[in-house]
């Protein structure tokens, strides 16, 4: 099965952020995000705007292309995980 392009993304976002050691709150409030958008993003909820995609690549000190790439398998399996528990 495909993984929806937007739960990706948010995955990646996701295990970027928390691998710098930041809070949602913390980067939400640093690069000019609502955190319930952010919270949406990483959820993969939201459909982000290309500056979006820009602010998030420079917040978490990446290109904008790595935000794209698969997120680990520890990843995927969390968030697969609490996507289950929301059902």
């Known amino acids: ?4 392009i ?4 948010g995955q990646r976002v996701r295990e970027l ?6 809070s949602q709150e913390a980067f ?5 995000f609502a955190r319930s958008y952010l919270s949406k993003i990483e959820r993969g909820l939201a459909n982000v705007a290309l ?3 820009q602010r998030l690549a420079d917040g978490l ?16 399996q969390q968030m ?6 929301d059902s």
């Open 1 to 4: 099965m495909a993984v929806n």
């Open 6 to 9: 937007s739960v990706q993304f």
């Open 17 to 22: 952020r928390e691998a710098i050691g930041i």
């Open 28 to 32: 939400a409030n640093k690069h000019g």
């Open 51 to 53: 500056e979006a995609v």
């Open 61 to 76: 000190g990446v290109e904008p292309k790595a935000l794209f790439e698969p997120p680990s398998s520890g990843a995927q």
């Open 80 to 85: 697969e995980q609490s996507h289950s528990r």
